[in-house]
């Protein structure tokens, strides 16, 4: 176990802790805001190809979603064959189902590096881990523009994440007419649930947390819409 700790603390939280330190001590003001708005957008450029190719698996999957309960209800009393023929036509349209979730699971490693360094990463002992050419800075100003203190939970951001998780999940999710919306059946009602439970549960989780995450995440989840907006655009055209 102690060896992965050590690799998570090598490749993810010293690397991520040195960047945000880096750009607070060099950005105009020493805004630790800002610091986190710029660091979460070079994390996200690096991931772009990968989030594209996340973005593209979602939206596919929820296209053929009218397909797949046609199989549903083709072969409801036969489990087998329904995998089957889900199975099948996944390799017909040329989708992997998991593919959507490998930048969540890459992701989640990050907000876990993220989250420790916003909880302990600017105490006195954390700062041997800094590189040779990245300046001790001292102490740090916590505040984003002067007003939220993103050392404390805030509700404002809580909710604004949550907020901007909801339009980014319903971007994907794919539009039925109401007749459709009236017979979905438990494939329906679980997209139903993750677009409003999802974004529930972020305000609650966030509202716990030093509002820094809350702040990433809104930064992310924007990042994610913006990216999926020119994504849809060009496969549109």
């Known amino acids: 176990m102690s060896f ?30 800002i610091a ?15 989030g594209t190719q996340g973005v593209k698996s979602q939206k596919a999957l929820s ?17 087998e064959e329904q995998t089957k023929a889900t199975m ?5 349209e040329k989708i992997n189902p998991f593919s959507g979730c490998l930048p969540l699971l890459i992701q989640l490693p990050i907000l876990i590096a993220m989250y420790r360094v916003f909880w302990k990463g600017f105490q006195p002992e954390q700062m ?4 040779s050419f990245v300046p001790d800075p001292g102490l740090i100003n916590a505040f984003f523009l002067g007003i939220i203190n993103l050392a404390k939970p805030n509700l404002v951001l ?14 994907v999710s794919p539009k039925t ?40 995440w ?6 994610t819409i913006i990216q999926q907006y020119f994504i849809f655009k060009k496969s549109s055209t």
């Open 158 to 171: 809580a909710v604004l994440a949550g907020i901007f998780q909801f339009f980014q999940v319903k971007m």
């Open 63 to 79: 296209e053929i979603q009218p397909k797949i309960k046609e199989i549903q209800a083709k072969y409801k009393d036969n489990k």
């Open 88 to 92: 099948a036509l996944y390799k017909k």
């Open 177 to 216: 007419k109401t007749k459709e919306k009236q017979s979905s059946g438990f494939s329906g009602q679980m997209q139903k649930q993750m677009l409003y439970f999802m974004p529930a549960f972020t305000i609650i989780i966030l509202f716990r947390l030093p509002s820094a995450i809350g702040l990433y």
């Open 128 to 131: 041997m881990l800094l590189y």
């Open 218 to 223: 809104i930064v992310v989840t924007l990042f």
């Open 36 to 50: 986190i708005i710029i660091l979460t957008i070079l994390i996200k450029f690096i991931l772009y190809p990968l």
């Open 4 to 33: 992965f700790i050590t690799i998570f603390n090598v490749v993810l939280y010293q690397p991520l802790l040195n960047g945000l330190i880096l750009i607070y001590e060099y950005i105009p003001g020493h805004d630790f805001g």
